[in-house]
């Protein structure tokens, strides 16, 4: 299965791709934790990148195509992929058309996690992230055992740079005007495009995710 999940910032691309992946047995493609890795490591892209992350804009197209053709491409994808937060522009998505065509590959589906623009900003003030394991947090929905710890490893939590309210007004924007758009350019191709109600329990959600899909 080569799958998009596809959504606002906070809609929980994260937490049900994460699931996904661990029932399908395929990777989940980030491409907001790809960036973030290169950033915490200092390397020259994540060096690039870090200015746009920070203000909310999308980080140019050619930093992120080379990102995602190599994971594509790679070994570990195989199988099937669930890609997280890509594409995000109609030239990213008619960029990862021509690089699945190359491999024989397509897009067999788009799940959109349709979740309103209060109910994201809340989901993103409260997620808080562990910078050992990753592990995901939530303090209004999901908190951990003890405050501000990890419950899998005890390292302390952190907030996203991007995470401040101003910056994710401006991610939500910037969804709007260049993301949304993507859905049209599948709708047009005829790839199913499957609405999922994004703003109910990571359970109900992901069930009503996995059923859309074997339909
Ligand atoms: P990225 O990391 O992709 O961020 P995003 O799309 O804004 O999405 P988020 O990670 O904020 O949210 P999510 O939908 O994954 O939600 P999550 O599951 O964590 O991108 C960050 C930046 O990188 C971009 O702004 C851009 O600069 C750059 N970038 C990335 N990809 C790019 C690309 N292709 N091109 C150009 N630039 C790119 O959940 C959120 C919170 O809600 C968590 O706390 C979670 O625990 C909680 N939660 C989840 N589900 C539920 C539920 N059902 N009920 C209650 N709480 C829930």
């Known amino acids: 299965m080569n ?44 060096q690039k990148a ?7 804009e999308l980080v140019p197209d050619s930093v992120i195509l080379d990102m995602v053709c190599e994971v594509v491409k790679g070994d570990g994808a195989r199988e099937g992929f669930i890609l997280d937060g890509f594409p995000r522009n109609v030239p990213q998505a008619e960029a990862l058309d021509g690089m ?9 589906a788009v799940a959109v996690l349709d979740v309103a623009d209060d109910v994201v900003v ?25 405050d501000e710890r990890c419950d899998n490893c005890g390292s302390a ?22 993301t949304e758009p993507v859905l049209a350019y599948y709708r047009e191709r005829g790839t199913a495009v499957l609405l999922v109600r994004g703003d109910r329990s990571v359970d109900e959600v992901q069930a009503e995710l996995v059923s859309s899909l074997v339909s």
Do not use: W
């Open 50 to 56: 870090r200015k746009y992350m920070d203000a909310g």
């Open 157 to 178: 939590l952190t907030q996203r740079a991007d995470d401040r309210e101003e910056t994710v007004r401006r991610r939500l924007q910037v969804y709007r005007d260049q």
């Open 100 to 108: 699945l065509c190359a491999l024989g590959k397509s897009v067999h």
């Open 3 to 46: 799958l998009i999940l596809f959504g606002a910032p906070g809609a929980g691309k994260g937490t049900q791709g994460a699931l996904l992946a661990s029932r399908y047995g395929i990777p989940r493609i980030s491409t907001g934790d790809l960036l973030r890795q290169a950033v915490s490591e200092g390397t020259a892209l994540g």
């Open 122 to 146: 809340k989901r993103i003030a409260g997620r808080r992230s562990c910078p050992s394991c990753k592990a995901v947090y939530n303090i209004y929905y999901e908190p951990p055992r003890t």
